[in-house]
């Protein structure tokens, strides 16, 4: 079973920046694209970025688009999303998540999770 463990949360103050990283444990599967999520209390999940393992290709919410930026490391098994001009629009606990096909990508339905990283910009 793979685990997904996100790090690199914190309180910044807005307009700061903040790296995330999500390590995965040990692949028994080929990973087909990860993804960032967010979760703002009282709000519902929202889909921050992709990127796909094959190729790399990204794509992103048009509420980050041009300020955060998702990339992997395919040695290290790992995936990062660099926050930049951080607003505090952005507080919300992000999370990680796997696919195994184009599918679960396509359609968001991610078998695998992290745990979250909790990421806090004041004004």
């Known amino acids: 079973q793979v685990q997904l463990v996100e790090s690199g949360g914190g309180s910044v103050q807005a307009g700061g920046s903040l790296t995330l990283s999500c390590a995965a444990s040990?692949?028994?599967?080929?990973?087909?694209?990860m993804t960032w999520f967010r979760q703002a209390p009282g709000k519902e999940r929202e889909w921050v970025a992709t990127?796909?393992?094959?190729?790399?290709?990204?794509i992103y919410a048009d509420s980050v688009k041009g300020r955060f930026s998702i990339s992997q490391d395919n040695a290290k098994n790992t995936v990062y999303l660099q926050m930049n001009s951080l607003k505090p629009e952005d507080t919300a606990m992000y999370y990680c998540?796997?696919?195994?096909?184009?599918?679960?990508?396509?359609?968001?339905?991610?078998?695998?999770w992290g745990q979250g990283t909790q990421v806090t910009v004041s004004a």
């Open positions: 998540a796997d696919a195994t096909t184009l599918g679960q990508c396509f359609t968001r339905n991610f078998p695998y």
């Open positions: 040990s692949y028994t599967y080929r990973s087909t694209c």
């Open positions: 990127i796909y393992t094959s190729g790399g290709a990204t």
